[in-house]
Structure formats: structure tokens, C-alpha cells
């Protein structure tokens, strides 16, 4: 009598199982061969948009969400030529490590900043976003000298309205800074967004992210700061004579 293939419990020839299990894993090493390239990439890569061209009028603004969701950030910062290089959900780590991998190539006339929210509202403490914030001005010093950043004021977003103690902390902590150093200028917009002391109607649907209104006020006012904080000779080149 021939005898039949041996099964397993659940009915299966073991030759079958063993296939299985061996495409299983053919397919497992693949996938996480990829995973490993994306992951290393990622680690590599550099700040979005690196490949626009960078002319003498260019201003990098850099960050986290709040700036990639900036789409109208081109419109509003003319005459000045603005890039966006936000980062969707970024905290400042992957900032610092993306600006670090920049190819080379031409300075902005300057930098604008804004980032910290996300830090804060994952746990980190108004201290360690400002040591991480420290890593980025030193990585743009060592590569672009002194270039001028202009940091945003952490703005009072309504779902992270608990935030506010530390977000706080962390803006004090900009200021505070700024006035030690030439190269960055610290600028508060957080009162644009309020009304009557609470976040007003400037916000998306998420209560983090700025609606239209709320990126036109912020524009309203960082367009004249620009002329006022970037080095005047490059102002008079880029939009003309600076205003009183």
C-alpha cells in the first residue's frame, strides 16, 4: 500500500508548509531589505526642494509643518524669493539632521524658523527643544557662517493650549538667546493669532495648523520685519530702499 504524504494539524503536507515558510522568509528579507534603504535614505536626505535654485533674494524658510503647509508662503514673501523647506510633522532632530546633509551650493539672504511645537507637544521639555535648536544654529554656522536666522515665537495653537507653559519657556528661551548673538533675530507673532487672550479663528479644523487668515496676518506683519532685520544692503538689492 503506498503511503500518503505526511500532514500536519491542519491537513497541510509538510513539503508544503516548508515552502511556505521559506517564501515567507524570501519575502520578509526583501521587504526589510527595503525598509533598511528607505530608512538609510531618509537619514540622508536633505531638507525638501533642495534643488531649487538659490539666488541672492532667496529666504529659506525652514521648519516643521506650520511651514510645509505654507501654500502661499511664495505669493506672500514677494519681492523676496521664498522656499519652502518645511518638513510635514518634523521635531527639530530631524531638522538639524536633514539641514546637515544640504548639497552644496549658494547661501539664502537668510533664514526664517520655525519649530519646537511638535518637541514639546511628544514630551520634550522647553530645555531639551532648546538644546536641539542650539545643534541647528551650530550646524548653520559651520556651513553658512553668519547667515541671519529669524525664529518665530512657538504660536498658541488651540488643542495644544496646555502646551502653553512650556511653549512659553521655550520662546523665553529664544529671545533670550538672540540677544547674544548677531546672526539670529527673534520675532513674536503669537499676538496676531489671539483674541481676548485665547487662540483666535485662525486656525484649521486640527487646532495646530494655521488657516488661511492666519498665515495673512503672519505674513502682514514678518514682511516689514524682513527689511528691518535682514542686513540692509541686501534689502536695498532685493526690495528696494528699507522703510523708516
Known amino acids: 500500500m503506498l503511503s500518503s504524504p505526511s500532514r500536519s494539524t491542519t491537513g497541510r503536507p509538510r513539503s508544503e508548509r516548508y515552502k511556505m515558510a521559506v517564501a515567507i522568509a524570501v519575502f520578509g528579507t526583501i521587504v526589510g531589505g527595503y525598509v533598511a534603504v528607505a530608512q538609510v535614505q531618509a537619514a540622508r536626505a536633505p531638507l525638501p526642494d533642495a534643488n531649487q535654485p538659490t539666488g541672492a533674494c532667496s529666504l529659506w524658510f525652514i521648519g516643521s509643518s506650520t511651514v510645509f503647509k505654507w501654500r502661499t508662503l511664495a505669493r506672500d514673501m ?134 488661511a487668515q492666519g498665515y495673512a496676518r503672519w505674513s502682514a506683519r514678518l514682511r516689514p520685519a524682513l527689511a528691518q532685520l535682514l542686513p540692509a544692503v541686501r534689502v536695498r538689492y532685493c526690495v528696494g530702499a528699507q522703510p523708516a
Open 78 to 211: 514677494v519681492p523676496w524669493q521664498a522656499h519652502n523647506r518645511g518638513i510635514d510633522g518634523a521635531v527639530i532632530p530631524r531638522i538639524v539632521q536633514a539641514f546637515r546633509h544640504e548639497p552644496p551650493g549658494p547661501a539664502p539672504a537668510g533664514i526664517v524658523y520655525y519649530s519646537g511645537e511638535n518637541d514639546i507637544a511628544r514630551g520634550a521639555t522647553a530645555g531639551q527643544a532648546m538644546a536641539d535648536f542650539r545643534d541647528f544654529l551650530a550646524a548653520k554656522t559651520q556651513r553658512y557662517g553668519a547667515l541671519p536666522v529669524i525664529v518665530l515665537a512657538l504660536k498658541p495653537s488651540p488643542t495644544r493650549w496646555s502646551n502653553l507653559p512650556a511653549q512659553t519657556a521655550f520662546n523665553d528661551d529664544l529671545r533670550r538667546l538672540a540677544t547674544t548673538r548677531r546672526d539670529l533675530h527673534y520675532l513674536d507673532l503669537r499676538s496676531l493669532l489671539l483674541v481676548d487672550g485665547r487662540p483666535g479663528p485662525y486656525y484649521v479644523e486640527d487646532g495646530v495648523h494655521l488657516n
